[in-house]
């Protein structure tokens, strides 16, 4: 069973440009989430998707991110104007309903994002 | 405010020894979800323990073991007979009404030989 993949796993960029990461899930998980975890943090949510649809995003997520699901399949995260303080690990992770509201997520390995 | 206390920042211990994580959580919900995840060097966060509220049932899994206790608002994890490639940051995360992991800022571990 494939894992969360994430792509790419490092990205060093300059502060006004704009970065893209992707996200797989794994496959048959409807629900899939972005968090942000900078050093010696613990993971922070940012947004939840179940199949195409954005139901939650946290008050982390600025006008300069944007996230997106479109055919309920994998998902994507822009970030656009980056800045220094968006340096950190972003983290994706899905799940399978499991008929309560909170079902166990899986992680990916992260995106380590370094804005210079 | 921090809804989910780790206030060990970092443990060390020798091969073998025992040790407790300690996790102290807030929430006025009834009904409510707590995890342990893993996190090593690598850095993927690994799926440990999934607990709900109206389960405190102690579990063993292995070498891991986890103590839920809701008068005290706590769900501590203990490692026995610890192993190097225990080795890693260990987090603690509650999840209320929503969808979104509410994590404490982790617990360091490190097992030397």
């Known amino acids: 069973d494939t894992g969360v993949s994430q792509n790419p796993r490092h990205k060093i960029t300059k502060r006004g440009q704009n970065v893209t990461f992707r996200c797989d899930p794994i496959s048959e998980h409807n629900r899939l989430y972005w968090y942000r975890q900078t050093l010696g943090q613990g993971p922070e949510f940012l947004t939840y998707f179940q199949n195409e649809a954005q139901l939650e995003k946290s008050r982390l997520l600025s006008d300069r991110f944007s996230a997106e699901r479109p055919k309920g399949s994998f998902s994507t995260l822009e970030i656009q104007r980056t800045e220094q303080g968006d340096s950190a690990m972003y983290l994706c992770a899905s799940s399978l309903p499991s008929g309560g509201t909170t079902d166990t997520q899986y992680f990916g390995p992260g995106t380590r994002l370094t804005v210079l | 405010a921090q809804k989910v206390t780790q206030a060990q920042t970092e443990i060390s211990v020798v091969e073998k020894e025992d040790v407790t994580l300690d996790c102290v959580y807030e929430?006025?919900?009834?009904?409510?979800?707590l995890f342990w995840y893993k996190q090593p060097p690598s850095g993927e966060l690994v799926f440990l323990i999934r607990r709900n509220s109206f389960d405190e049932q102690n579990e063993i899994s292995g070498r891991y073991s986890w103590n839920f206790q809701k008068s005290t608002s706590s769900f501590n994890f203990t490692i026995t007979a610890s192993q190097v490639v225990d080795s890693a940051v260990y987090f603690c995360?509650?999840?209320?009404?929503?969808?979104?992991?509410?994590f404490g800022k982790g617990t360091s571990l490190l097992v030397t030989p």
């Open positions: 929430t006025r919900d009834t009904t409510y979800y």
């Open positions: 995360a509650l999840s209320e009404s929503g969808y979104a992991l509410n």
